[in-house]
């Protein structure tokens, strides 16, 4: 018999604030999707995330991207975040989409996550596709997101699922 | 670059389970092996969601990049066709494939198969309609540990046949799967 799953773990709006940390993450799932649907203050700025609190150089990421009519790739080394998209969050009314599927979040490997960004910014924003990987081993406990200026305004929602 | 603090959802308990998502059949693979098979497969669901974190098994290189295939219901004819579009380095590139005797699910790769994996996410829409060629759409991607380089693919493939999908099996272009690989079926209402 097959078992049910899929469950939302939480749910926060994000209003105010430039980050969100979603904490005692349990360990009973195989996967974690963490889905949000942002806007900022100012427009242009990068939501990104990390692991466990941890802020060192631990993380790389690999992303392709579309910007208008012009396609282009970047791989980015010993970072201390994982890279979620391409062309910044927009201002209200626009709501940028992100997705982010994180695999095996308990085993003891390295972690990889795959990120989808949909960011219109009313005709000048971007979608990407981005691989991110965290060197840490340990089981993921806790996911923080941030932006890295300005912060997230009214009708900002995250909801981390369990898979 | 600190964190600023901001708010914190914690203490996570309460699990709501919405029935909408069923898990069908998982495995972690305790050795290599050739390729994988979910067979038995249930009509009952409006599609299918295939999630993988699987590498092949090669050693000595610093990354290897090969095909991801999959297989339904055994069929070897050359009823698969498939496009995407995928960057590798600092490119983007696409590439198709007709009358294929596999599927493309997109890239493995390669970094040290003991240490990380690559992640996908396969959907197979309106599965078990006996009146339509299925639709399998799917997107996956690695980084080689801050090595410049990784790839990410985003391809869709249609199986040529109204047979309800009733198996699947996942193969690498070349080598084994690895152990320590999860593949995951689920079902979705």
């Known amino acids: 018999m097959a078992t049910l799953t899929y469950v939302p773990l939480a749910t926060q ?9 979603f904490s005692s993450i349990p360990t009973g799932y195989t996967d974690l999707r963490l889905v949000f649907s942002g806007i900022a203050t100012i427009a242009g700025y990068n939501p990104l995330i990390r692991f466990n609190g941890d802020t ?13 009519s012009a396609t282009s790739a970047q791989n980015y080394q010993n970072r201390t975040y994982c890279l979620i998209d391409a062309g910044g969050v927009d201002t209200s009314p626009n709501a940028s989409v992100y997705i982010n599927e994180i695999f095996s979040y308990t085993n003891s490997y390295r972690k990889t996550m795959l990120s989808y960004a949909a960011e219109d910014q009313n005709n000048g924003g971007a979608v990407s596709l981005t ?18 200026s300005g912060t997230f305004s009214t009708n900002t929602v995250a909801t981390l699922w369990g898979i | 670059m600190a964190i600023i603090p901001g708010v914190v959802a914690s203490s996570i308990s309460g699990h709501l389970i919405t029935g909408n998502f069923s898990l069908i059949s998982q495995t972690t693979l305790g050795s290599s092996t050739s390729s994988y098979t979910f067979s038995s497969i ?9 999630r993988l974190n699987v590498n092949d098994d090669s050693t000595g290189a610093t990354y290897n990049n090969f095909n991801l295939y999959f297989r339904v219901n055994g069929d070897s004819g050359n009823n698969y066709y498939s496009s995407n579009i995928y960057s590798f380095g600092s490119s983007v590139n696409s590439q198709g494939a007709s009358q294929n005797v596999y599927g493309t699910i997109g890239n493995i790769g390669y970094a040290n198969a003991s240490t990380q994996f690559t ?23 690695i980084d080689f540990n801050s090595s410049g380089y990784g790839f990410v693919v985003a391809g869709y493939s249609t199986w040529a046949s109204t047979s309800a999908i009733n198996s699947i099996t996942v193969v690498p272009q070349s080598n084994n799967l690895a152990a320590g690989s999860t593949l995951s079926l689920y079902g979705v209402l």
């Open chain 1, 131 to 148: 691989a991110n990987l965290w060197r840490g081993t340990s089981a993921i406990n806790s996911i923080t997101i941030y932006l890295n």
């Open chain 2, 42 to 50: 249930p009509n009952t669901y409006s599609s299918l969601q295939l």
């Open chain 1, 56 to 68: 060192g150089s631990n993380y790389s990421n690999t992303q392709m991207y579309a910007n208008g």
């Open chain 2, 119 to 141: 992640g996908t996410v396969i959907n197979f829409a309106d599965y078990a309609n006996t009146n339509k060629y299925k639709s399998i759409q799917s997107m996956n991607g």
């Open chain 1, 13 to 21: 709006n994000m209003s105010g604030s430039s980050s969100i940390t």
